[in-house]
């Protein structure tokens, strides 16, 4: 379903976006071939949908060898009449407004793409195209988003029944009697609102979601309060388990002999952040990321809790919580992956937008900051003002570069200035042969000259004006020349900030939204501040030191150091200006790299594993840690319980680790400890892990 749902946004965009590069011609001198992008991008469309196409057939294969032996029954063929017993209404769905949005956003996308494409081919716009090629890919990726929603089956009832035992419904396709739910019962809605902290009420969603008239509303409105149960006096009290879930719910019986209560006591001075809503700690700064998200409680909870409060994911293991971390770790990262992109693409963008659609201004009336185009003739001394040399890649054999420390002036009829070469981009041969390349064949500028160039306009701290010259030609030769804004800068261009403001405001809302759900289960109980030095190592517990262990200051210093080190290696090559030749592409593919591994690197120190612990111990409920940081304490598993381990192994592949798997499904990474306190680990477990499976032996 996923996979489905990608591919209709995503398929749509990539292979308008393909189609655009195939017509649009290669600018001479860019990184890649346009078309071998298009035709990447068309053959990863093309897999994707042979991918799914085959998982599709295996499913439906595997699904037909199952029920092989009993034909497929057309569901028209049921005689399904709605239950006589209950007195049904009809439900006069209002008319599904969201449906008209979203197929109007679809349509609209439609005409536009057609517009823009019928523009394109009359190309009376031949400045814009990149813009045009730009809004095709945008209305696209809207348009297909748009006509997914519209695809997906909504369900609305046809008639709705009031009873005893619940709210009934009636669909008047067969297919949807099939599938959609039948009957929600009173005790299933009660359930529902207890689970929902802040106290919704679900009829208003089920009215709002199932597009109940408002006739049938009043009436379930009405007979609501008389099933409602009582809600309970504290948040703290069990969740009813979900219906279904009945097997793999851990009976109430069960005990955590390993959980350390809470402690705190203090009120907290500060109220503001985020608090376990079960034990009410508030967790400071980044800590507050380190809180598991409960899917079935709706609300924060610390480690400790969860095991306890939550009974380990109330059935369901670690994967009913979500972990705060995680999200702000991926925007983090994909917004710092985004941004190193776009230097490169503005870079482009505007060096070529400057060279195709602006006028030649006269050196007198240039301003600093600026990007401009001069036209002026060369008054350098020497007789060659720009020149190059050759250099042997063993690839490709000789070929020539322009050269990075030429210098000379440059008048035209208002003024001079200095133009410098350190940062060009885009050069075109000049008027006289380099006769000392025997090589290749280059043409170069020389004194007397009369040039176009396009470039960063600058004062020089002697006040002399100053030009880095970037994208340069004889003006002779400048009519010839097609150079334009590619379609990839021109699309990217608005595609990145537009990207970079989705993905932080989706992580923001929903970041937000969370802590105001577990602010609002705190039902205004203060939250409480952890005394750091009301617990102290159990005295009855023989401590192995384990090394120096770390604290949330020592990591967040950590992850700071990761961070700038990855900076101050950017800063180092390729350097905070624009290169020769590559502009800011460098940055961006050397910039993803440090990247990707900075931002594993520090989120590993910050929030993966569990810290490093001073002290371990051994006892007979399990592997014991202790933390520095009371913290640490609480929002990591400060005890192996021999029990709930699964098993403990070490990883295959590079980078080979021992890591402990519990019988809830969460992995640990075994790294904090030291290699005789794993040793001990393992024979501990080993021991006790044998002894239980085989009662006969001592
Ligand atoms: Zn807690
Ligand atoms: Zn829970």
């Not at 701290?461 to 010839?480: E, F, K, R, Y």
Request: with cysteine.
């Amino acid at each position: 379903m996923l996979g489905i749902g990608l591919l209709a946004i995503f398929g749509p965009t990539l292979l308008s976006l393909a189609a655009v590069l195939f017509v649009f011609p290669t600018v001479p001198g860019s990184l890649m071939d346009n078309e071998t992008i298009a035709l990447a991008i068309s053959v990863l469309v093309l897999a994707g949908v042979v991918w799914l196409a085959v998982s599709v057939l295996v499913r439906g294969s595997l699904h037909r060898q199952k029920v092989s032996g009993s034909r497929p029954v057309p569901p028209e063929s049921f005689t399904d009449v709605p239950n006589p017993q209950w007195s049904w209404r009809s439900n006069k769905a209002v008319f599904p407004k969201r449906m008209v949005t979203v197929v109007a956003v679809a349509v609209v996308a439609t005409a536009l793409d057609l517009v823009l494409v019928f523009l394109i081919a009359s190309s009376s716009f031949p400045a814009s195209l990149g813009m045009l090629g730009a809004g095709i890919v945008l209305a696209t990726l809207f348009g297909s988003i748009a006509a997914l929603v519209a695809a997906l089956p909504w369900s609305v009832p046809s008639e709705v029944a009031v009873a005893d035992d619940g709210i009934h419904f009636w669909y008047d396709s067969p297919y949807d009697r099939r599938t959609a739910r039948e009957v929600l019962s009173w005790t299933d809605l009660n359930v529902l609102r207890s689970s929902t902290p802040g106290g919704a009420d679900p009829i208003t969603r089920l009215v709002r979601f199932l597009r109940i008239d408002s006739e049938n509303a009043q009436i379930i409105a009405s007979e609501w309060p008389l099933h409602r149960a009582v809600r309970p006096s504290s948040p703290r009290t069990q969740t009813p388990p979900r219906k279904g879930e009945g097997s793999g719910t851990p009976s109430p019986e069960r005990t955590f002999p390993h959980v350390t209560t809470p402690i705190a006591t203090e009120t907290s001075r500060s109220q503001r952040g985020v608090a376990c809503v079960r034990c009410r700690v508030r967790y400071p700064g980044l800590e507050g990321f380190r809180l598991l998200w409960c899917k079935v409680d709706h609300f924060y909870v610390c480690r400790n809790c969860w095991r306890e409060g939550c009974q380990e994911g109330h059935g369901r293991g670690i994967k009913a919580t979500s972990k705060p971390s995680r999200i702000l770790g991926a925007v983090v990262l994909g917004v710092a992956f985004l941004a190193i992109w776009y230097p490169a693409v503005s870079y482009d963008y505007n060096l070529t937008n400057a060279w195709r659609n602006t006028n030649p201004t006269p050196i007198a009336d240039l301003t600093p900051g600026e990007i401009a185009k001069v036209d002026g003739t060369i008054l350098s001394s020497s007789l060659v003002a720009w020149g190059g040399h050759e250099v042997y890649y063993s690839k490709t054999g000789w070929s020539w570069t322009w050269n990075t420390t030429d210098n000379f002036e440059l008048g035209d009829a208002t003024g001079t200035l200095l133009v410098a070469t350190g940062a060009w981009y885009l050069i075109y041969n000049g008027p006289h042969m380099a006769w000392w390349a025997p090589h290749t064949t280059m043409w170069v500028y020389e004194r007397g000259d009369r040039v176009q160039i396009v470039g960063s306009v600058s004062r020089l701290g002697n006040g002399t004006l100053h030009l880095d010259a970037q994208i340069a030609s004889q003006a002779a030769a400048v009519p010839l020349i097609t150079l334009e804004p590619s379609v990839m800068s021109a699309a990217l261009l608005l595609l990145i900030p537009s990207l970079i403001g989705a993905i932080s405001v989706a992580g923001a809302v929903v970041l937000l939204a969370r802590r105001v759900r577990s602010r609002r289960a705190l039902h205004g109980q203060p939250m409480l501040a952890l005394d750091a030095s009301a617990e102290s190592r159990d005295p009855n517990r023989s401590w192995i030191p384990n090394g120096r262990g770390t604290t949330p200051r020592k990591r967040g210093v950590g992850a700071m150091g990761v961070v700038l080190g990855g900076v101050a290696l950017l800063a180092v090559y390729p350097g905070l200006g624009p290169r020769a030749d590559s502009g800011y592409w460098g940055l961006g593919f050397i910039g993803t790299i440090v990247v990707l591994s900075a931002g594993l690197f520090s989120y590993m120190l910050l929030f993966g594993g569990v810290g490093r612990p001073s002290y371990v111990a051994i006892d007979d409920v399990g592997f014991r840690m202790w933390f520095e940081s009371p913290y640490d304490r609480h929002l990591s598993d400060t005890v192996f319980p021999w029990a709930e381990i699964q098993d403990i192994h070490m990883t295959s592949g590079k980078g080979a680790h021992w890591v402990l798997r519990w019988t809830t499904g969460e992995v640990v990474n075994l790294y904090m400890l030291r290699r005789s306190n794993l040793n001990l680990l393992l024979q501990e477990w080993a021991r006790r892990g044998s002894r239980n499976t085989d009662p006969q032996r001592t």
